[in-house]
Structure formats: structure tokens, C-alpha cells
């Protein structure tokens, strides 16, 4: 009986609205997509800056592990 009691409470205050189906998945598809191109270009941003680091590297036969790294 609370359910319904609050549903009462609130009834007043909701309204149904139609929307176009079509309009939603276009605007949805949209967003996906300008979300995975930014996705991408984060993912090959990080490629390059890997791609530098590893070109960048020297070796260096003397380095040694601190105390407190573990692999």
C-alpha cells in the first residue's frame, strides 16, 4: 500500500511524453559516435607516445630495482 500511496503523491507531477523513435536512435548513434572517434584518437595518442618512448630509450645495464618494486 505505500507504493501506492506514493505513486499517488507524485501522479500529479508526471506527464507522458511521445517522442520520435527515429530522432533518439539518430541522436543516440550521434553521440556513439563522436564518443568512439574521441575514444580512438585518445587510444592512438597513447600509441604514439609509447611509440616515442620506446624510441627514446637507451639501455641502461647498471639500473638496478629498488628495495621497495617487485615484480
Given at each position: 500500500m505505500a507504493i501506492i500511496k506514493k505513486y499517488k503523491e507524485?501522479?500529479?507531477d508526471v506527464t507522458v511524453e511521445e517522442i520520435d523513435g527515429l530522432q533518439l536512435v539518430k541522436k543516440l548513434a550521434k553521440n556513439m559516435?563522436?564518443?568512439f572517434h574521441k575514444?580512438?584518437?585518445a587510444v592512438r595518442r597513447l600509441v604514439e607516445a609509447a611509440e616515442d618512448a620506446h624510441l627514446k630509450h637507451e639501455f641502461d645495464a647498471d639500473?638496478?630495482?629498488g628495495k621497495n618494486?617487485?615484480?
Open positions: 507524485y501522479e500529479k559516435e563522436e564518443m575514444k580512438s584518437e639500473l638496478q630495482v618494486i617487485s615484480f
